[in-house]
C-alpha cells in the first residue's frame, strides 16, 4: 500500500522560506511522477511542481519559478520542496501526490493516483 506523509508546514513572514519533505512507501513502480499540488480556501488544487523519478521533466507553475525548488532524495524515498520568498498568495494547504510516469507528468489531480494528508503553509504580510 502506497503511503505519502508530508511534513514542514508552518507559518512564516511575507518574504520567509520553508521546506516541506514528503516520505513516500510502498510506490512499486520502476518510474513515476512526483508532484506537490496547493488549494487555498476557495480555490482549485493546482499543481505547484512535479519531477519524474529519474529527475527530469522538471515542472514549475509560473507563480512559483525562481522562488520554489523540487527535489528528491530516491535513497531516502522522499520528495522535498524548498519555499524561497514566500508571499501571502503561497498560503495554502500543500500536499504530496504520485501518479504514472508520463512525459510530461499529469497536469491535472484526477490524474494521480495517491496523495498525502496536506501540510499547512500561512504566510503573513
Known amino acids: 500500500q502506497v503511503q505519502l506523509v508530508e511534513s514542514g508546514g508552518g507559518s512564516v513572514q511575507d518574504g520567509g522560506s520553508l521546506r516541506l519533505s514528503c516520505a513516500a512507501s510502498g510506490y512499486r513502480d520502476i518510474n513515476y511522477c512526483m508532484a506537490w499540488f496547493r488549494q487555498a480556501p476557495g480555490k482549485e488544487r493546482e499543481r505547484v511542481a512535479s519531477?519524474?523519478?529519474?529527475?527530469?521533466?522538471?515542472f514549475y507553475t509560473d507563480s512559483v519559478k525562481g522562488g520554489f525548488t523540487i527535489s528528491q532524495d530516491n535513497a531516502k524515498n522522499t520528495l522535498y520542496l524548498q519555499m524561497n520568498s514566500l508571499k501571502p498568495e503561497d498560503t495554502a494547504i500543500y500536499y504530496c501526490a504520485a501518479g504514472p510516469s508520463t512525459y510530461p507528468c499529469p497536469l491535472g489531480p484526477s490524474q494521480y493516483n495517491y496523495w498525502g494528508q496536506g501540510t499547512q503553509v500561512t504566510v503573513s504580510s
Open positions: 519531477v519524474r523519478r529519474f529527475g527530469d521533466g522538471l
